[in-house]
């Protein structure tokens, strides 16, 4: 009889698709000096990940950290998933437990699909009543992911139309030098303005014309094409 983490592994490559694999080690740049360097697929997709999650819900967070450790990339999205799933269904200790897990546990959420999926379910959702500092203290970091994990974090208090740490970190984010913060903060900046306009254009007309040019892409990108034009060629 296999055990469980065997089992798991054995399931998802049931899912592995080789050309898939190959095609993602080029999208999310695993290249020598790209921001994957190293990272390693079997190509499977994300909703395979997800049915399995359903199938094993309930792994333990033990079995669930040797799976985050994992050198393939699907191996550690489904322990993300896992825990994601386990923090969303329990209350307490055991949540605390998850947030402490995933904060210490950064250089293994070591690609931009592993942050977006799990960031504002747990550090999000555990900060949501609580002090937020870590969040601000990833953002200050040198660490890539770390800094991605602290703006997707707040997705979490955006949708409770809480916005003022997602302005706060973007501020302290705006001249960071990486493409893959750019698009998170434009991202977030827009996710705010779907809930109240004015709050983000207020912090656009501040900073839209520092802001990199992807930043402000993404922040405007619902925006009417008139209105949108405008902050491109700096006229509001």
Do not use: C
């Not at 033990?62 to 699907?74: G, N, P």
């Not at 977030?188 to 007309?205: A, H, P, Q, W, Y």
């Amino acid at each position: 009889m296999p055990d469980i983490l065997s089992e798991i592994s054995s399931e998802l490559r049931r899912f592995a698709e080789p050309d898939r694999a190959e095609t993602h080690q080029w999208f999310f740049k695993t290249g020598r000096g790209e921001y994957g360097e190293g990272d390693m697929f079997l190509g499977i997709r994300v909703p395979h990940v997800r049915k399995l999650v359903r199938k094993f819900r309930g792994l333990s967070l033990t079995d669930a950290e040797k799976l985050l450790h994992s050198r393939w990339h699907e191996e550690r999205l489904f322990a993300l998933l896992i825990l994601v799933d386990s923090f969303k269904r329990n209350d307490g200790e055991l949540k605390e437990k998850i947030y402490d897990l995933y904060m210490d546990s950064t250089q293994w959420i070591n690609n931009w699909d592993l942050v977006d999926l799990s960031a504002q379910h747990i550090p999000g959702g555990w900060l949501f009543d609580r002090d937020r500092k870590p969040l601000y203290e990833f953002a200050g970091s040198d660490d890539l992911w770390k800094k991605r994990i602290a703006i997707i974090s707040t997705q979490h208090f955006i949708k409770k139309n809480d916005f003022t740490d997602t302005l706060a970190i973007s501020e302290k984010l705006i001249f960071d030098n990486h493409d893959l913060i750019h698009k998170a903060v434009g991202w977030m900046l827009r996710e705010v303005g779907k809930r109240n306009l004015e709050i983000e254009e207020k912090f656009l007309r501040e900073y839209y014309r520092e802001m990199p040019r992807t930043m402000l892409r993404y922040a405007i990108e619902k925006f009417p094409e008139e209105k949108r034009q405008k902050y491109l060629k700096g006229v509001i």
